[in-house]
């Protein structure tokens, strides 16, 4: 007869004692697994949320830049109006659609938390260059009209067209 | 009425910063108004020259949307404001608000890349 040799001995007892040791103690091991896979469908499931959370986030951004693009290109369309209206000496009309104008950039400017400083400076500039556009044709119309120089005015409507211009570009290519 | 201690750092801080080049300021519409703008303000210095209520030099700091916030002014004159002598402080405020403007002029029309560059071409002429 072979005896065993003294390794293999002290593999098979340890063998014997992990397998008294699992007899002895499957409940707690049972309630470790157990507790590990609630954990773990726990993190999943609050995983999944952020996901959704995410999600509706980007959707809600999304919503907000087609907002702004759609004031944006109504902002200009408006100001291109204006420069019409001004050419053909339609004061008061033009001055009528000034408060529109100032309307749509304000929402411009507080819609989208997604725009950069810059482009909001960009906004806030606008709104006031327009302003003072618009406190000038006032006093020119309140003075008969005489007073108003047409190149200059539009001219500063026309800088403002370029600038909302840039500002959607900007948009659109950081939404892109 | 004087300038609000708080307007008078604001003039001196914007002085300092368009003198630095570190401050750009536009044209407007109104031809002696200069519009600058800075974190969520825009920021307008403006020199009436007639006699009614806009005469002089007017600072307007304006919100985001446009509305006015505050706004202070200087006479056009270093002598006289409605008739009377102008007193000391109210001097060196028109003397502040009067290099403000001129500054903002200056940047607004690139007034000194202009003088440069007319510099350069009559360098030219030989």
């Not at chain 2, 001196?12 to 109104?30: G, I, P, S, V, Y």
């Not at chain 2, 303000?41 to 005469?55: K, L, N, P």
């Not at chain 2, 690139?110 to 360098?123: N, R």
Request: hydrophobic share 45%; aromatic share 4%.
């Amino acid at each position: 007869m072979r005896l065993c040799r003294p390794a293999t001995l002290k593999r098979f007892q340890s063998l014997v004692n992990l397998g008294k040791f699992f007899a002895d103690h499957w409940g707690d091991l049972a309630s470790v697994v157990g507790l590990v896979i609630v954990i773990w469908a726990s993190l999943s499931a609050k995983n999944a949320a952020e996901q959704a959370r995410g999600a509706a986030r980007q959707v809600k951004d999304r919503i907000a830049t087609l907002d702004t693009l759609a004031d944006v290109s109504a902002a200009l369309a408006i100001m291109e109006e204006i420069k019409r209206l001004q050419r053909a000496g339609a004061w008061q009309v033009a001055l009528d659609r000034y408060s529109t104008l100032r309307r749509h950039l304000v929402r411009i400017e507080q819609i989208n938390p997604a725009l950069t400083g810059a482009q909001r400076q960009n906004v806030a500039r606008s709104i006031v260059q327009l302003r003072t556009v618009e406190a000038k044709v006032e006093s020119g119309i309140s003075a008969g009209a005489a007073d108003l120089n047409l190149a200059d005015v539009n001219l500063v409507v026309s800088r403002e067209i370029d600038r909302m211009e840039r500002v959607m570009i900007a948009i659109k290519q950081a939404g892109s | 009425m004087p300038l609000q201690p708080q307007i008078v750092r604001l003039v001196e801080k914007l002085t300092e910063l368009t003198r630095q080049n570190k401050m750009t300021w536009e044209t407007t519409a109104d031809e002696d108004t200069f519009l600058t703008s800075a974190g969520k303000f825009v920021v307008t210095i403006a020199c009436g020259r007639g006699t009614g209520e806009d005469a002089g030099y007017r600072i307007r700091l304006l919100n985001d949307a446009g509305q006015v916030v505050e706004e202070a002014g200087a006479p056009l004159s270093d002598r006289r404001e409605s008739g009377q002598l102008l007193s000391l402080s109210r001097s060196v405020e028109h003397q502040q608000l009067r290099s403000l403007h001129e500054l903002a002029r200056r940047s607004a029309l690139h007034a000194d890349e202009a003088v440069a560059d007319l510099l350069t071409s009559l360098e030219q002429i030989r």
